[in-house]
């Protein structure tokens, strides 16, 4: 009688980055967060028809795991669920429809960090001594605390904390630190601070100094200092006056003083000479305090090999000063860092539990493959003239062509880090294409920096680094002069190495792109666009491709190519896309407004007018779009620009600073509101915008 397989099943519930993990007989089979499948950016769990306290589970993440491997949720042995802050074992035995609900299991807490801890012991082969977890929150043991951050040691193959700092409503984790200058900075992403902004914006601050540390390290653990970060925020224009602390509630439960500070904050643009400094100030304190905390706890312990997760473990700047610490022998940082990866290691624990031993992990290509059929049928609904091709002969002088490719092939990856599989690819050497990547193609700020992918065996011929890291990582510093298109500012690469085992297609469109250009080098970003998660299925592929200005899409083994494609058929295929999508509209509005391609803005504007999608507007969102017309206009039609500016000045909402858009009024030559205007505009500046907002409508 053969032996049946053993399957645990790990869910991230947590309110950001849901996501499913399936390890089948000690192995991870598949993994997918559940953004990847609804569409939306870190897929946040709230729902307005239910509770508020209510996260809803990853259900079409599980679905997609179970029915890849080909089995139904009662063929699974265990399924253990963890979700930051709370617990969430009731809601997941409301929503799973798992006859034996007994084989649903939450771990004891605290636990959150620990589910970090173990999704990386279990990728390093269990090879770490020890794992560092360190994030925004973990698990509230009460309503005044919670984890901060945990060192485990592993002790035969079991993860046991040796240390564990718990923060409060006063002392503010690292994670939160980060994420709040990421706040006063404008970034964010699907709703949540960009902190991967922050990181990238503090190379062009380097050199800046700022006396003061927002972290002390003591016997009694980390502790954040209040005082010095009202100093820095006031020193660099962020807080209009100065904030006591007993300007703050004295306690709040469940929550930290950042909440009412943010009250008082005057959020700048990243354009800002400002902002380059504060985030080189932020990223300099947490690589201080995170590099004091290991040498005052791994000083003495000699070489040892560590493991990391948790959401700052994404900071490659970071990473790289962690692998370079002498006594560091080796360092595994996970690559799904944050909350996503949780369900990799709640499914490990829950194998351990089943029984299993011998764990190996082979690949962070954890998603299903689409067989040709599947792909051949979206090409066919999308009407796209494609041709059958050698995928990788044609990316490789595509991409040398100076063409942007966009490659949809295999199993898509598991976290954050596209590497190779749901990727756009061009050329290293030009700073042209980088910039057109960055702007027309991806829809994002121009100062971010665009990594590479380089075959391994070269990689000590373009980066002074020799090391490999096949995930995206680690950080090294650019020899050769001519990759202009993946040099940083500070002349660093966030780099992907890459061979033939890992990655074959991969391999050998670099490996056949250097015979047209010498390069074994070339840009590798995710395959995403407007904001939108990373493409998983072959539909989400198409319909990315034709939304941006990407020039060739390689799928399976099929080339799209849009020379061979009127323009007139693109514009009719983004109605289509866009029509019914009021998220994709706005993003992709809001973003050719801030770029002043206000012709473009016009044709995606005109979509929203006069489509049905119009009248699911909210309060805000309405505002927004009479905004968009104000701006479109003001550039295009100057009585259009009248007509919506009317509209604006007209609705007298509360949320909305009108102060710009009466100035604008002058410009035409009407009544002179400027000295009503500078009235409120000091005011603003003395008090902080949402304070101006509650004394001026409570």
């Not at 491709?545 to 799209?560: E, K, M, P, R, W």
């Amino acid at each position: 009688m053969m032996k049946k397989n053993l399957y645990s099943l790990g869910i991230n519930n947590s309110n950001h980055d849901r996501s499913a993990a399936l390890f089948k007989d000690g192995k991870l089979v598949y993994a997918i967060a559940e953004e990847r499948l609804d569409r939306r950016k870190h897929s946040e769990g709230f729902y307005a028809n239910n509770s508020r306290g209510v996260v809803v589970p990853p259900l079409k993440a599980i679905n997609y795991v179970l029915k890849a491997e080909g089995i139904s949720i009662d063929d699974l042995d265990i399924v253990v669920a963890g979700k930051s802050i709370n617990s969430c074992k009731q809601i997941i035995r409301d929503y799973l429809p798992i006859k034996d609900k007994s084989k649903i299991y939450e771990l004891q807490f605290p636990f959150h960090h620990y589910a970090h801890a173990a999704s990386s012991f279990y990728f390093c082969n269990e090879k770490a001594d020890y794992v560092l977890v360190a994030d925004e929150q973990g698990h509230w043991i009460d309503d005044y605390h919670y984890e901060m951050l945990t060192l485990f040691e592993n002790r035969d193959n079991n993860l046991v904390a040796v240390d564990k700092i718990f923060g409060d409503y006063d002392n503010i984790s690292i994670g939160m630190f980060y994420d709040f200058i990421s706040f006063c900075l404008g970034f964010s992403d699907g709703g949540l601070p960009a902190a991967g902004k922050t990181m990238g914006l503090s190379a062009y601050g380097k050199g800046t100094i700022y006396e003061r540390r927002f972290f002390s390290l003591t016997d009694n653990g980390i502790i954040f200092n209040f005082d010095n970060l009202i100093d820095f925020l006031q020193v660099y224009g962020i807080l209009a006056r100065r904030i006591n602390r007993k300007d703050l509630p004295v306690k709040v439960g469940n929550t930290t003083f950042l909440v009412e500070l943010a009250k008082y904050v005057n959020p700048i643009s990243w354009k800002d000479e400002r902002a380059a400094m504060i985030a080189y100030v932020a990223q300099k304190e947490i690589e201080l305090i995170i590099d004091e905390y290991l040498a005052r706890k791994l000083g003495n312990k000699g070489n040892v090999k560590l493991a990391s997760a948790g959401g700052i473990f994404l900071n490659t700047n970071l990473n790289d000063i962690i692998r370079n610490k002498e006594n560091i022998e080796a360092y595994f940082p996970f690559p799904a860092a944050t909350d996503d990866g949780c369900a990799v290691g709640l499914a490990y624990v829950g194998a351990k539990l089943l029984g299993e031993k011998n764990f190996f992990s082979t690949s962070i290509y954890l998603g299903r493959e689409y067989n040709n059929k599947e792909i051949l049928d979206a090409l066919n609904n999308s009407s796209l003239p494609f041709k059958e091709e050698e995928t990788s002969r044609e990316v490789a002088k595509n991409i040398a062509d100076g063409k942007i490719v966009c490659l949809f092939n295999g199993a898509a990856e598991f976290g954050p880090r596209a590497l190779g599989n749901r990727s756009i690819l061009a050329k290293p050497d030009s700073i042209t294409i980088r910039d057109r990547v960055n702007r027309i193609v991806k829809h994002r700020e121009m100062f971010r920096p665009l990594a590479p992918v380089v075959q391994e065996e070269f990689v000590s011929e373009y980066f002074y680094n020799r090391e490999t890291s096949p995930y995206m990582m680690f950080v090294s510093t650019v020899k050769d002069k001519r990759l202009v298109g993946i040099t940083h500012t500070d002349g660093t690469a966030r780099i992907q190495t890459i061979n033939k085992k890992q990655n074959e297609m991969l391999y050998t469109i670099l490996q056949k792109y250097s015979e047209y250009s010498g390069f074994h080098i070339c840009i590798n970003t995710s395959f995403n666009v407007n904001n939108e998660p990373i493409v998983e299925s072959p539909t989400d592929a198409i319909k990315n491709f034709v939304i941006s200005d990407a020039d060739i899409l390689a799928i399976g083994n099929y080339i799209v190519d849009k020379r061979d494609i009127e323009q007139e058929f693109i514009l009719n295929k983004r109605e289509e896309y866009f029509k019914s999508d009021k998220e994709a509209l706005l993003k992709i509005i809001r973003w050719k407004c801030l770029n002043y391609e206000h012709r473009e803005a016009e044709f995606y504007f005109n979509i929203l007018s006069k489509n049905a999608v119009f009248n699911e507007l909210t309060e805000d969102e309405y505002m927004e779009y009479l905004s968009f017309g104000v701006s479109i206009y003001s550039d295009l039609d100057s009585n259009m620009c009248r007509e919506y500016l009317d509209k604006l000045l007209g609705q007298c909402y509360p949320k909305y600073n009108y102060s710009d858009y009466y100035c604008l009024k002058n410009e035409f030559g009407e009544e002179d509101y400027s000295k009503e205007v500078l009235k409120h505009m000091r005011e603003i500046e003395r008090i902080g915008y949402i304070k101006y907002l509650e004394k001026r409508y409570e």
